[in-house]
Each structure stands twice: as structure tokens, then as C-alpha cells.
């Protein structure tokens, strides 16, 4: 359903979306809307952001062709966009330059965020200190203690980490506490939400600044191949990276797209984040989406092995593109993403994130079920030095 009342520029994709935020929020979620308007094609504008992706992050971040993981799974030739490459180890720092500049450009001096397995927060903290901004960080006491390495570098670079207790102690009472935070501050401080969720503008501006993920790997499949990739896949937490990955490829009807979501430890609530599998419409921090939440409509806490992935919600636009079918979505649980956490490492001396984990274990069903001559391009959202400490815990020294 499109019309004009119900378009993207209102923050609606399909049903999901809009801005139900609180009304001490409102001002500043439209002047962030206004501001991103003007600039988003501004050749000024885009010519800054072009500078730091270029000069800062590292992009354009490779597009490699894995072949021993092509040999080992047996069918699909298998491509990894590297995104663990970029300065901090994943995507994360795409969205925090953007929106960085974005915050010079309304003249506030301080920045804030959530973060669950601290990749956002520390992205967050880097420009924070490049850009010479006051930065709070909100994290759950329980990934405080999973990530104890990202904690320490986000003090280092001159951030403040506030622990979160309250519910689970993980990504969503962080994001919870963000806001709230946020509603108190707003007039000196912007919130850089991290994933592609949140009131618009936030799920339209962090896809956009994600976008460039799928833009660079459609140009460089290209230049390689002469051809499209035949399906490309990422994992889901809130859907930034995946969002950024698909973006580019929505009108390319022939590419398949699958988002693998976290089934953690089984299919009982309380056990996974599989949002999209097991979801309803709901509201969850200011969007219309799919949540996981009891027959009351109270959300039910999110479990997966990978903070990142911890979250009972997604962004609107992914609940979106699983109505229309477009994209075809997925879970993968625990073991099986510790599996290929040591697979990965294995096969390619590269030590993926425990959430991009989660993207290789579907990957491996999927290129055996597509078969050899076709192409799949992996995301490989981010690298797991973070994880492996947390991993040898679970795994023990294999
Ligand atoms: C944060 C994170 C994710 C999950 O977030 P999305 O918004 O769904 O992309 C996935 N991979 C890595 C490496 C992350 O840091």
C-alpha cells in the first residue's frame, strides 16, 4: 500500500514504521528529519561524508572471493563483502560518521547512544572523539560483562559507559534508558541510534548511511563478474547492516535476499530473537513493527549467544519487506553459529563476529541448496575479536 500520506518520506514502509515517540521528543525528531532532508544531497554534504568513508572508515571495503569456504560447502560460489575491515570492525562506524556530521550540522556538542555488543558504542566513542563531542554510552549491565574488551575501549577513547539494570540488563533497557535519557537532554545532545529502528527519521537515515554496503558490492561484483550476485545474505539484530546490504538490490528482482535472524536457544519465548519468525505488530521504542511480545502485547526478553543480536524488535522496514516477501528471512541458533564462529576461522583465517556467525551458518545451507555456477555474497558484518573471549568461555580451549 502506497500513497501519499503513507510513503517513506512520513517514516512508513507498508504498514510499519511512523514516529510514535513522546511528545518532548517530537521537535527534535522533525528538525533531525528536516535537517537530513537538506543535506542528504547536498554535494557539500555528501562530499564531507565521502571524505571520512574514504580517509577514516577505509572504504571502499573489499569484496573477496572465499575458496576454501566455496570448496568445503560444495556448491555456491561464496563472496564476502568485508565489512569487519573498516576502522572498529564492522558497519557500525557507516551510520556514526553520517549521523556525526549530521550533529555539527544542527550545532549540538554532545552525542549519546546504545549499544549491546559495544560495536555501536564504540563506533559511537571514535567520533565522538574525532569530531570532538561529549559522548554517553548506554549499555546493559549483562553486555557489560559479555564485552568487557569493547567497555574498556570505549573508556579509552574518552566515553562514558552507563550500565543498565533494569529488565534483562541487555540491548533493549539500554535503548530504553538512551531514550529516556535523550528526552531529558535533547535540546544541547542528539541520540546516534544504531540500528535501523527507532522513530523516524532514524530507520530511513541509518539505512541511507548503511546503504553504501550494497552499493559498493553491486559496483564491485560488477567490475569481477560482468553480472548481479544470484543472492546475497546478513544477519538481523535491528536490521542496519542487512537493510544497507539489500538496499541496493530491492529493484533487482533475480538477486534473492535472506536475513538470518538469532534462534538462540529453542522456539519458546524467552529462548531466541527471532523477530521475524515469531513476532507480532507492535510498538517498541517509537515504530510500528514486529516484536516479540506475549498474548497481553509484554515484550518478551530476547536470548541469543551474540549481544548484537539480542533484541526483541527490527527495524520497521525489514517487517516490511517480510510482508511483501521480498525478503526471505531465516533463523540460525546458538551452536550452530559457535560452529561456524570456528568454521570461518578455520577455513579463511578470518574470525567473524559471533552475530555475522549467524549469516555463515544459513550461507552454508543455502549455497549447498543453490549449487555450484551460482553466487552468494556473505556480509560479513563485522570481525570477532570482541567474541573470543566470550567464546572460549562457551567452547572451552578446542
Ligand atoms: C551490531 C552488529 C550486528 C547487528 O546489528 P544490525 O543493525 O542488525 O546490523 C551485526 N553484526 C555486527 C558485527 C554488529 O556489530
Given at each position: 500500500m502506497k500513497d501519499k500520506n503513507f510513503g517513506e518520506e512520513q517514516g512508513y514502509f507498508g504498514d510499519f514504521g511512523g514516529r510514535y515517540a513522546p511528545e518532548i521528543l517530537t521537535d527534535a525528531l522533525i528538525q533531525l528529519e528536516k535537517v537530513y532532508l537538506k543535506l542528504r544531497n547536498n554535494p557539500k554534504f555528501v562530499k564531507e561524508l565521502n571524505y571520512y568513508n574514504q580517509n577514516?572508515?577505509?572504504?571502499?571495503?573489499l569484496l573477496t572471493f572465499a575458496e576454501r569456504l566455496t570448496k568445503a560447502w560444495g556448491g555456491a560460489r561464496i563472496w564476502l563483502k568485508?565489512?569487519?575491515?573498516?576502522h572498529t570492525g564492522a558497519h557500525k562506524i557507516n551510520n556514526t560518521v553520517g549521523q556525526a556530521l549530521l550533529t555539527r550540522a544542527m550545532g549540538k556538542k554532545r552525542i549519546i547512544a546504545e549499544t549491546g555488543a559495544g560495536q555501536h558504542g564504540l563506533a559511537t566513542a571514535t567520533v565522538g572523539a574525532l569530531f570532538d563531542m561529549e559522548t554517553v554510552i548506554y549499555m546493559g549491565a549483562e553486555d557489560v560483562r559479555r564485552q568487557e574488551l569493547n567497555v574498556y575501549k570505549i573508556k579509552l577513547l574518552g566515553a562514558k559507559v552507563v550500565p543498565v539494570t533494569s529488565g534483562t540488563a541487555t540491548l533493549k533497557d539500554a535503548t530504553s534508558e538512551a531514550m529516556r535519557e535523550w528526552a531529558l537532554s535533547v535540546a544541547n545532545t542528539h541520540y546516534i541510534v544504531?540500528?535501523?529502528?527507532?522513530?523516524?527519521?532514524f530507520p530511513t537515515i541509518v539505512r541511507d548511511f548503511q546503504s553504501i554496503i550494497g552499493k559498493e558490492t553491486k559496483e564491485q561484483f560488477k567490475k569481477k563478474t560482468k553480472k548481479l550476485p544470484d543472492a546475497v545474505i546478513a544477519c538481523v539484530g535491528g536490521g542496519s547492516n542487512a537493510i544497507g546490504m539489500f538496499y541496493g538490490f530491492?529493484?533487482?528482482?533475480?538477486v534473492k535476499l535472506y536475513g538470518v535472524e538469532a534462534g538462540g536457544l529453542?522456539?519458546?519465548?524467552?529462548?531466541?530473537?527471532a523477530t521475524i519468525t515469531f513476532g507480532r505488530p507492535g510498538f517498541l521504542h517509537g515504530t510500528k513493527t514486529l516484536i516479540i511480545q506475549d498474548a497481553g502485547g509484554q515484550i518478551v526478553p530476547a536470548h541469543s549467544v551474540s549481544a548484537g543480536l539480542d533484541y526483541p524488535g527490527v527495524g520497521p522496514e525489514h517487517a516490511y519487506l517480510a510482508s511483501t516477501k521480498r525478503v526471505e528471512y531465516v533463523s540460525v541458533n546458538d551452536k550452530e553459529a559457535l560452529a561456524s564462529f570456528v568454521e570461518v576461522s578455520r577455513l579463511e583465517g578470518i574470525i567473524p563476529a559471533l552475530e555475522t556467525a549467524h549469516a555463515f551458518s544459513a550461507a552454508k545451507k543455502l549455497a549447498k541448496e543453490m549449487g555450484k555456477k551460482k553466487d552468494l555474497v556473505i556480509?560479513?558484518?563485522?570481525?570477532g575479536d570482541k567474541d573470543s573471549m566470550e567464546v572460549s568461555r562457551l567452547l572451552g580451549d578446542k
Open positions: 577514516y572508515v577505509g572504504r571502499p571495503s568485508r565489512e569487519d575491515l573498516n544504531g540500528s535501523a529502528i527507532g522513530p523516524h527519521p530491492l529493484k533487482d528482482k533475480k529453542g522456539n519458546k519465548p524467552g529462548e531466541h530473537s556480509c560479513l558484518s563485522g570481525r
